[in-house]
Nanobody
Framework: QLQLVESGGGLVQPGGSLRLSCAAS????????MGWYRQAVGKQRELVAS???????NYADSVKGRFTISRDNAKNTVYLQSNSLKPEDTAVYYC?????????WGQGTQVTVSS
């Protein structure tokens, strides 16, 4: 399994932007499907975006056109560029790495959208 460490969360005003990063250990990062999930208080964890090993992306309807997931296999890092943030985007954001025989999670990073 990969070890995952998220960074880049924080407090931002509505309409603002944040870039989340997730650094992974191991030299087989490029084979994993990477994803960003979020969990708001009192709600279930939900998929925000994912990117496969060959770069195919998938987004939740609520973030399409605002968020962009990308990966840099040379740096073992996946990113989530979040623009036009809304208060309902407030949540703990988790990085996920998935392969046919493993599923790893980061510790999460808080994103708060508030004026």
């Amino acid at each position: 399994q990969l070890q995952l460490v998220e960074s880049g969360g924080g407090l931002v005003q509505p309409g603002g932007s944040l870039r989340l990063s997730c650094a992974a250990s191991g030299n087989i990062f490029r084979f994993y499907t990477m994803g960003w999930y979020r969990q708001a208080v009192g709600k279930q964890r939900e998929l925000v975006a994912s990117i496969t090993s060959n770069g195919i992306t998938n987004y939740a309807d609520s973030v399409k056109g605002r968020f962009t997931i990308s990966r840099d296999n040379a740096k073992n890092t996946v990113y989530l560029q979040s623009n036009s943030l809304k208060p309902e985007d407030t949540a703990v954001y988790y990085c996920n790495a998935r392969s046919f025989n493993s599923n790893s999670w980061g510790q999460g990073t808080q994103v708060t959208v508030s004026s």
